[in-house]
C-alpha cells in the first residue's frame, strides 16, 4: 500500500507494460456448497447428471451439519445436568455430614456447591 498523488491510500498502479500489451487479473470466488448459476450450468454441460450429484452433495452437507448441532445440544444439556446432580449430591452429602457433627468436613464439602451456586446468581448487575 502506498499514498498515491492526492494522498489518499491504494494500491500502486503500474502503468508500464512491455510492447504496449496490457493484461488484467481477475479473482472472484465464491463460497459454500452451491457453485454460482453459471458455473453449476457449465457443470452439467461437461458431464450430464453433474448438477444432480452436486445437489445431494450439499444436501447431504446440510444434513451433516443439522445432525452435529443436534448431537452438540444433547451433550450440553448432558453435561449441565451432570454438572446440576453433582452439585445437589454435595449438598446433600455436606447437610448429612454436619448432621453427624462433622462439622470442618461439611464444610468442606458444601464449599465448592455453595461457589458454583453463588457464581451463577445474578446480583442486579445490568448487562452490556
Known amino acids: 500500500m ?3 498523488s492526492d494522498g489518499k491510500r491504494g494500491l500502486k498502479k503500474n ?11 481477475m479473482h472472484q ?3 459454500g456448497p452451491l457453485p454460482p448459476s453459471t458455473e453449476f450450468r457449465k457443470y452439467e454441460d461437461v458431464l450430464p447428471g453433474a448438477a444432480d450429484r452436486i445437489m445431494k452433495m450439499a444436501e447431504k452437507s ?3 451439519e443439522v445432525e452435529d448441532a443436534r448431537r452438540y445440544r444433547v451433550v450440553v444439556f448432558i453435561s449441565m445436568l451432570l454438572n446440576k446432580m453433582i452439585i445437589y ?3 446433600v452429602l455436606a ?5 453427624m457433627g462433622k462439622n470442618i468436613e461439611a464444610f468442606c464439602t ?5 461457589i458454583q451456586v453463588l457464581s ?4 442486579g448487575k445490568k448487562k452490556k
Open 2 to 4: 502506498t499514498k498515491n
Open 110 to 114: 458444601g464449599l465448592l456447591p455453595l
Open 15 to 25: 502503468d508500464e507494460t512491455k510492447g504496449g500489451d496490457k493484461s488484467v487479473l
Open 62 to 64: 446440510l444434513d451433516a
Open 95 to 99: 447437610f448429612i455430614l454436619l448432621i
Open 120 to 123: 451463577t446468581i445474578d446480583f
Open 89 to 91: 449430591v454435595l449438598i
Open 29 to 31: 470466488e465464491y463460497h
